[in-house]
T-cell receptor, first 116, second 114 residues
Framework: ETGVTQSPTHLIKTRGQQVTLRCSSQ?????VSWYQQALGQGPQFIFQ???????GRGNFPPRFSGLQFPNYSSELNVNALELDDSALYLC???????????????FGPGTRLTVL | AQTVTQSQPEMSVQEAETVTLSCTYD???????LFWYKQPPSRQMILVIR??????QNATENRFSVNFQKAAKSFSLKISDSQLGDAAMYFC???????????FGQGTTLQVKP
């Protein structure tokens, strides 16, 4: 069973540029959530994708956008990068919540984004 | 807004001893889950233990157990027989809404001394 993978591991961009981060979900998981983790802080929910549709969004501006593909992999795109976007971006995959049940989210190793 | 608070930025414990990490949360939801995640320096977030809010019995996973006080909205993690490999950042989290999205606390860095 393959775990959650993310690419690239590290990335350096300059302010105003655009970036795309990628995530491959764990086998059998059709739900992908993205989190931003600033240095020394807890992760913050960006959005979730289920069946290629956005299924919930946190308090992030529209320049944070995403995609989910038929194989359940996902991309996080950030436009017009700002210095405060420097963070570790975590992807987590899971089975979708069903009724009362909430399934464990399995996290990838993250992508460290530095904006200069 | 739903919040999770960890008031201990850093904790240390002697190897083989017991340590308790604190967490309080605030939610208006009736159904929710609570989690403790471990994030070692390698960065990969790993689930340590989970608790369904509708269950009164405290969850236990080997050396890890929780003290879930629903009325007080408290969810502490007890690590028994601490090992060097337990050194990491620990995050308390709760679910929010029907997406299962996680709301995390600020984290507690646990140091284990040999």
């Amino acid at each position: 069973e393959t775990g959650v993978t993310q690419s690239p591991t590290h990335l350096i961009k300059t302010r105003g540029q655009q970036v795309t981060l990628r995530c491959s979900s764990q086998s059998g998981h059709n739900t992908v959530s993205w989190y931003q983790q600033a240095l020394g802080q807890g992760p913050q929910f960006i959005f979730q994708y289920y069946r290629e549709e956005e299924n919930g969004r946190g308090n992030f501006p529209p320049r944070f956008s995403g995609l989910q593909f038929p194989n359940y992999s996902s991309e996080l795109n950030v436009n017009a990068l700002e210095l405060d976007d420097s963070a570790l971006y975590l992807c987590a995959s899971s089975l979708p919540p069903s009724g009362r049940a909430v399934h464990e989210q399995f996290f990838g190793p993250g992508t460290r984004l530095t904006v200069l | 807004a739903q919040t999770v608070t960890q008031s201990q930025p850093e904790m240390s414990v002697q190897e083989a001893e017991t340590v308790t990490l604190s967490c309080t949360y605030d939610t208006s939801e009736s159904d929710y889950y609570l989690f403790w995640y471990k994030q070692p320096p390698s960065r990969q977030m790993i689930l340590v233990i989970r608790q369904e809010a509708y269950k009164q019995q405290n969850a236990t996973e080997n050396r890890f157990s929780v003290n879930f006080q629903k009325a007080a909205k408290s969810f502490s993690l007890k690590i028994s027989d601490s090992q060097l490999g337990d050194a990491a950042m620990y995050f308390c989290a709760s679910t929010s809404g029907n997406t299962g999205k996680l709301i995390f606390g600020q984290g507690t860095t646990l140091q284990v001394k040999p």
